[in-house]
């Protein structure tokens, strides 16, 4: 008998996502969309970030199943000189004490303007790169 479906089993219980998840605080803006309109605005930070997905925290109660469209102020400068801004739309899978879950579907870096005002970067889209 082969032990290599036990190993395979093994596998799929302990890791099921399929993108590599990186810890990383950082300060979220989002919108609530309900079709095509915003339904609600909040704040929260992230927990851990990857190509596929959001971990999230905030004090806010989501609801799984709502579109939603996340504005993160990106730590790194385009070209070492222009703010970056990554917005990200997707789905809300999960919303529990761990966190809110969100599934991204698409995201782009765009530039961010400088920044006037406490209430952060105006989004002026010069560049984007769509992911």
Not at 31 to 47: E, F, K, N, P, Y
């Amino acid at each position: 008998m082969s032990s290599a479906p036990a190993a395979s089993a093994t596998r799929r219980t302990t890791e099921r996502r399929s993108h590599q998840r990186y810890p990383i605080s950082l300060k979220v803006d989002y919108r609530l969309l309900r079709r095509g309109h915003v339904d609600g605005i909040g704040s929260a930070r992230t927990i851990d970030m990857a190509s596929g997905g959001v971990l999230l925290d905030t004090k806010a109660t989501l609801t799984p199943g709502t579109s939603i469209e996340l504005f993160i102020n990106w730590p790194m400068l385009l070209e070492g000189v222009c703010p970056l801004r990554l917005v990200m739309w997707g789905r809300i899978t999960r919303s529990d004490s761990r966190g809110v879950a969100i599934q991204t579907k698409q995201h782009e870096f765009r530039t961010a303007g400088i920044r006037t005002s406490k209430n952060g970067p105006p989004d002026s889209q010069v560049r984007s790169h769509r992911g």
